[in-house]
C-alpha cells in the first residue's frame, strides 16, 4: 500500500525528490556517463551513505522496479552496488541517492565542493531528524530498512 499523501513519509519523500530536483538545476556542470566505476565500492572505497529520507526514496523505486528484496548478498562481498541489475546498470538511476549525484567521478566532472550543495545537505539532514532518523547509514543497510518500512508498515499506517 501506498502512503497517505499527508503521511510524513509520504510528504518526506516529496521533499528528498524536491532536493534532488535543485540539484539537478544548479549551475555545476556534470556528465554522468554511466560508466558505474563508482558503483564498484571496494575498487573506489566509498559507499554512499543515506538519510532516511533517501532511503525511503530509493527503495520505493526499487520496489516500483519490481524488487521486493535488494539482490543477493554476493554483491555485498564483492563490492558491488546491489542497485545494480545484472547488466551493470543502475535500477533506479532516477531516484539515486544525493551522494551517487555529487560523488568524486572523474569523467563526470569530479565532486561537488561542499559550498556547492551545504543547503541541500542541511535540507536532507533535516528531513531525515523529521523522521526520526539517526543521521546517513550505508547504501545497502539503508536500502533494505526503507525497504522493509515500505513493504510491512506498521498498523495504522497503511492507506485506509
Given at each position: ?20 530536483a ?13 560508466r ?97 532518523g ?27
Open positions: 500500500m501506498q502512503p497517505a499523501a499527508n503521511d510524513p513519509t509520504h510528504t518526506a519523500m516529496r521533499a528528498i525528490r524536491a532536493i534532488y535543485e540539484l539537478d538545476q544548479r549551475p555545476v556542470q556534470r556528465d554522468c556517463v554511466r558505474t566505476e563508482c558503483c564498484q565500492f571496494k575498487l573506489t572505497g566509498r559507499t554512499p551513505t543515506l538519510t532516511a529520507g533517501e532511503a525511503l526514496v530509493a527503495a520505493a523505486a526499487l520496489k516500483a522496479s519490481g524488487r521486493r528484496s535488494l539482490p543477493d548478498s554476493a554483491d555485498v562481498e564483492t563490492g558491488r552496488c546491489p542497485l545494480l541489475n545484472p547488466a551493470g546498470k543502475c535500477l533506479i538511476y532516477e531516484a539515486r541517492p544525493f551522494g551517487c549525484r555529487t560523488h568524486f567521478c572523474a569523467a563526470a566532472g569530479g565532486p561537488y565542493t561542499r559550498n556547492e550543495v551545504r543547503d541541500l545537505v542541511r535540507g536532507l539532514e533535516d528531513i531525515d531528524a523529521q523522521l526520526d539517526d543521521g546517513p547509514h550505508a547504501l545497502p543497510m539503508a536500502v533494505e530498512d526503507a525497504l522493509e518500512k515500505i513493504l510491512h508498515p506498521p498498523r495504522g499506517a497503511q492507506r485506509k
